[in-house]
Nanobody, 124 residues
Framework: QVQLVESGGGLVQPGGSLRLSCAASGFTSDYYAIGWFRQAPGKEREGVSCIASSDGSTYYADSVKGRFTISRDAAKNTVYLQMNNLKPEDTGVYYC?????????????????WGQGTQVTVSS
């Protein structure tokens, strides 16, 4: 059973930074996609960033490009999302999502496994 556990969320002022972590376990294949999604109150869940296990290539939503960076530590089976220059519109619950057999997970409907989520609040 694939399990994903997020951590690192919290309250931060606009312009601040946070680093989210997603600890993954239970993959039965070395080929999978893993990434980050977020859901603001009253809005649909949206893709933020993802990374391919095959070659480390990445995807970023236009809204976070240049501010967020996704990375991975294969030895720790962990994926990170470094979030810089945070804006109030970045507020929401951030979820780690993964699917075996895909290179990328860009839309929520492509995700097979979800973490429990971690709250990110950007406010003065």
């Amino acid at each position: 059973q694939v399990q994903l556990v997020e951590s690192g969320g919290g309250l931060v002022q606009p312009g601040g930074s946070l680093r989210l972590s997603c600890a993954a376990s239970g993959f039965t294949s070395d080929y999978y996609a893993i990434g980050w999604f977020r859901q603001a109150p009253g809005k649909e869940r949206e893709g933020v960033s993802c990374i391919a296990s095959s070659d480390g290539s990445t995807y970023y939503a236009d809204s976070v490009k240049g501010r967020f960076t996704i990375s991975r530590d294969a030895a720790k089976n962990t994926v990170y999302l470094q979030m810089n220059n945070l804006k109030p519109e970045d507020t929401g619950v951030y979820y780690c999502g993964a699917t075996q057999g895909l290179k990328y997970v860009v839309v929520p409907s492509s995700v097979r496994y979800w973490g429990q989520g971690t709250q990110v609040t950007v406010s003065s």
